[in-house]
């Protein structure tokens, strides 16, 4: 199954957890949103998509700058990381991501690595968030520390089942 990472990312957080990705999953091609197309997007059998999220609640701006209507997601595997601060942001912590999981679920996406733990975490609100659990691979690097590399590896290696 040929498989992409795509991100935005304005300060370089969001493509490191990227290429923590790609390190653990190297068939996987790593693609910077603000470099490609949604045709492009929509040759692969399966995404792994993330952003960061800035102005109270809005997708990374590389991402507000895309095509997203464009995707075609209908049946598509589909994992989603996100990067944020709760302690800054936190009403709407991550909500870039979960922006673009709403975009996944109304285009029937086939989610994949999705019901994560939200117990490490203390925030007052999240579009990230359903049933009480994260819709992805959610980072606040001042939350994850050292243990950012090994949340990371062990999502991926986690997912990595789901696009074979
Ligand atoms: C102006 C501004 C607004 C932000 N708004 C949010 C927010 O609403 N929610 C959140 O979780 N993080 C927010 N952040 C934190 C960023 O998402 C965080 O710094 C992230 O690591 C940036 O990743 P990047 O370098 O890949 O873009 C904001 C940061 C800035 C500078």
């Not at 997007?41 to 609640?57: M, P």
């Not at 809005?58 to 049946?75: M, R, S, T, V």
């Not at 009403?91 to 994949?112: C, H, M, Q, R, S």
Request: net charge negative; glycine share 8%.
């Amino acid at each position: 199954m040929s498989v992409a990472i795509v991100y935005g990312s304005t300060k370089g957080t969001t493509a490191s957890v990227a290429e923590i990705i790609k390190n653990n999953f190297q068939e996987a091609d790593l693609i910077n949103i603000a470099k490609t197309t949604a045709d492009k997007l929509n040759s692969y059998d399966g995404l792994i998509i993330g952003t960061s999220t800035y102005y109270d609640g809005q997708l990374q701006d590389d991402w507000e700058a895309f095509d997203k209507e464009a995707l075609e997601l209908n049946g598509k595997r589909v994992a989603f990381f996100g990067v944020g601060n709760q302690k800054r942001h936190s009403e709407t912590f991550n909500d870039g991501i979960g922006i673009l999981y709403e975009l996944g679920v109304k285009k029937g996406a086939k989610i994949v690595g999705d019901k994560n733990p939200i117990d490490n975490y203390a925030f007052e609100a999240s579009r990230a968030v359903v049933d009480s659990k994260f819709i992805g691979l959610i980072i606040d690097k001042e939350v994850e520390c050292d243990l950012l590399k090994d949340s990371v590896t062990k999502w991926t290696n986690l997912i990595k089942n789901d696009f074979k």
